[in-house]
């Protein structure tokens, strides 16, 4: 158990409509990451907040967007949904920033909401 | 750009036996963190074990260790006494300071599979 909770557990939609997927980080633990996986690869980077600020982004385009709360939760919101967008998203939480040297400041992920676009 | 290349598809690993996961990577950092993550069919990831670039000796937790190579920028997973539950696909990760988020880079994965 990792303490990192997502939800929905899977989800189905249709090309071109909005999806809000929802993720509770530990508590403690400031930065939350999103990834996405599709099928057969590995993760990819999307996102990253620490404290309520996106501080870093991979290369997926701005119809990708988030959110943190002072509550540890977060959300991954996808509008204008494509086929290629279905996969298995993930987000991961660790307790501290970015400054400084690289540490042992390991990312714990949740189970992943597996998202079909139809 | 750092990456992270992971040349075995799949692996068969009799039960009780160890098994080597190859893990190759390519970074100019001079201070970056190897990581290996465990995914079940569930599709949870599960950390396993971490590695600093300025560690001296190889990362240990219980039955995995990381075999550790800096000059020759390999970072393989070895898992000792292989058991049923340990088939899982398996992603070797490094993080480093390129980027402002200090992102995990991943390779493709191993799948492996432990035979009775």
């Known amino acids: 158990e990792t303490g990192v909770t997502q939800s929905p557990t899977h989800l189905i939609k249709t090309r071109g409509q909005q999806v809000t997927l929802r993720c509770s980080s530990q508590?403690?633990?400031?930065?939350v990451s999103w990834y996405q996986q599709a099928l057969g690869q590995g993760p990819q980077f999307i996102f990253q907040?620490?404290?309520?600020?996106?501080?870093g982004r991979g290369n997926f385009p701005p119809r990708f967007s988030g959110l943190q709360f002072p509550n540890y939760s977060s959300e991954l919101n996808v509008n204008a949904l494509e086929l290629d967008d279905s996969a298995l998203y993930l987000c991961?939480?660790?307790?501290?920033?970015?400054?400084?040297?690289?540490?042992?400041?390991?990312?714990?992920f949740g189970p992943g909401t597996r998202l079909t676009v139809l | 750009a750092q990456k992270i290349t992971q040349t075995q598809p799949g692996m068969f690993v009799q039960e009780k036996e160890a098994v080597t996961l190859d893990c190759t990577y390519d970074t100019s950092d001079q201070s970056y963190g190897l990581f290996w993550y465990k995914q079940p069919s569930s599709g949870e990831m599960i950390f396993l074990i971490y590695q600093g670039s300025y560690d001296e000796q190889n990362a240990t937790e219980g039955r995995y260790s990381l075999n550790f190579q800096k000059a020759r920028k390999s970072a393989n997973l070895v898992i000792s006494a292989s058991q049923l539950g340990d088939s899982a696909m398996y992603f070797c990760?490094?993080?480093?300071?390129?980027?402002?988020?200090?992102?995990?880079?991943f390779g493709s994965g191993t799948q492996l599979t432990v035979l009775p």
């Open positions: 991961a939480s660790n307790p501290g920033g970015t400054s400084g040297r690289v540490t042992t400041d390991t990312q714990y």
């Open positions: 907040y620490y404290r309520e600020e996106e501080n």
């Open positions: 990760a490094m993080r480093d300071r390129s980027g402002s988020a200090r992102q995990l880079t």
């Open positions: 508590s403690g633990h400031n930065t």
